[in-house]
């Protein structure tokens, strides 16, 4: 009797136990780890199968499992760095439980695997976006003038801004996407805030006002587009130009010129359906006086 009671204890507590496994979500990732001969799988498609298989039994028995970004490179660096064995699988469920804490996760919901992929990746670009960001605004160091710390004071400027451009948005679902030319690459931001709702995705809107902060203090180009959607109304859309560290207004006819026309090409597109292209709303006056925007 005691025997089953410990048993059945046992049961129960492996039911609290949180899981995660690092999912490989491509093709050249799952064949970087086929040099490990401990790595038994030898088909990307069969093994996202049974990585699917294995999450509904644990969500069965009432298990909760998040996945991980699983980077065959990260995982190398991490055993040379530790010395570990990385053909042990100890060491890649070591790695596992480090992504788990610091890396970028979803959880597992149900939803198929080839729906939750996504969701990973784009927390992945998420998450390398804001990093990126934020170590270029913390090299951007103090003012030479007042000694202020520039990115710091950046990124209070471009939160009171997002806080202004929503505040000041029609009624409805908004959706902002930022993009600024950075020295590597162009950085893209997108943050929702459905109409109700009064708070916003931490993670989402660290990121965005990191990046539009970014644009402000180096005065890079970029802009920042929102698309206000609301129930039997044609959709809004309002678009400010970064231009000398200011998020300039554009006027209707600019807005849809821009949506209207082929990035790559510059051929003309026709217009959406039910979309009024518009000047934004008036922000008012930022609380961040000129001669301190750094």
Known sequence: MALTDQQTMRRVLRREIAGTIGLLTDEHDFSAMRRYRSFVFDDHTTYLQQVEALLKTRAAQGGHTTLALFDPEDYAAFCAETGL??????????????????????????RPLTTLLPDLVDEAVRQATWEYATILLTRLGPCATCGEDIGRAAFTRASDLVVRILDTAPPGDRHLVCSVSAPAETLVAVLHADQGITELDEAEALEFTSVLALGLATKSHGGLVMRVSSPGTADLVHGWRLRGGDLVPLSAAEVFDAYCTDAESGDIISPEPDVDYCAPPDLGQEDTPPEHRH
């Open 85 to 110: 064995d990385p053909e042990a699988s100890a060491s890649r469920a070591r790695f596992t439980a480090q992504l788990a804490a610091t890396g970028p996760t979803v959880p597992y919901d149900g």
